[in-house]
T-cell receptor, first 113, second 116 residues
């Protein structure tokens, strides 16, 4: 049973560019949450998708947007990249709610130069 | 608003010694509480969780944690450390009654070092 799959694993972008990160949730999960983890810090909540709708959002600017598809997979888009956007981006899937905790992917390491 | 505080960004123990990682939370309602472990260049893996019922919960790899409402704590312990336990550990809290959906807030993490 495949867990959470994220692509790509590593990415280097230039300031001002746009990036799209992808996530396939664990089989049977319907909710996808995205987190940003800067070096040496805990994961910071970006937003959560359920039934193709953004259900909750953390304190991130509108440059961060997302989408969930009918098959529950999800994309994270970041526009006008800044150096400070360099981080590990983690996708976490779950069943509706958080009672059983999250299953995390291995993340996408984004470097902005 | 919920928050999580992990006391000590780094903890060092000898192999075979007790592991104690501290976590305090802030929540207006009884929360769901979690501990996750992260190995280098990997995602997070769920160690254990508290939702309702027994306040002492057991997880994988011999870890356990106790929910103490009066102290708003959820400390993680393991009787005997193993070299393979060296990793980053995150405490997390979620509000089970938020009708707009659930999000989980993570602490800043505690790096566990295990000395031979």
């Amino acid at each position: 049973d495949a867990g959470v799959t994220q692509s790509p694993t590593h990415l280097i972008k230039t300031r001002g560019q746009q990036v799209t990160l992808r996530c396939s949730p664990k089989s049977g999960h319907d909710t996808v949450s995205w987190y940003q983890q800067a070096l040496g810090q805990g994961p910071q909540f970006i937003f959560q998708y359920y039934e193709e709708e953004e259900r909750q959002r953390g304190n991130f600017p509108d440059r961060f947007s997302g989408h969930q598809f009918p098959n529950y997979s999800s994309e994270l888009n970041v526009n006008a990249l800044l150096l400070g956007d360099s981080a590990l981006y983690l996708c976490a899937s779950s069943l509706q709610g958080a009672k059983d905790g999250y299953t995390f992917g291995s993340g996408t390491r984004l470097t902005v130069v | 608003a919920q928050s999580v505080t992990q006391l000590g960004s780094h903890v060092s123990v000898s192999e075979g010694a007790l592991v104690l990682l501290r976590c305090n939370y802030s929540s207006s309602v009884p929360p769901y509480l979690f501990w996750y472990v992260q190995y280098p260049n990997q995602g997070l893996q769920l160690l254990l969780k508290y939702t309702t019922g027994a306040t002492l919960v057991k997880g994988i790899n011999g870890f356990e944690a106790e929910f103490k409402k009066s102290e708003t704590s959820f400390h993680l312990t393991k009787p005997s450390a193993h070299m393979s336990d060296a990793a980053e550990y995150f405490c997390a809290v979620s509000d089970p009654f938020y009708t707009g959906g659930f999000k989980t807030i993570f602490g800043a993490g505690t790096r566990l070092f295990v000395k031979a």
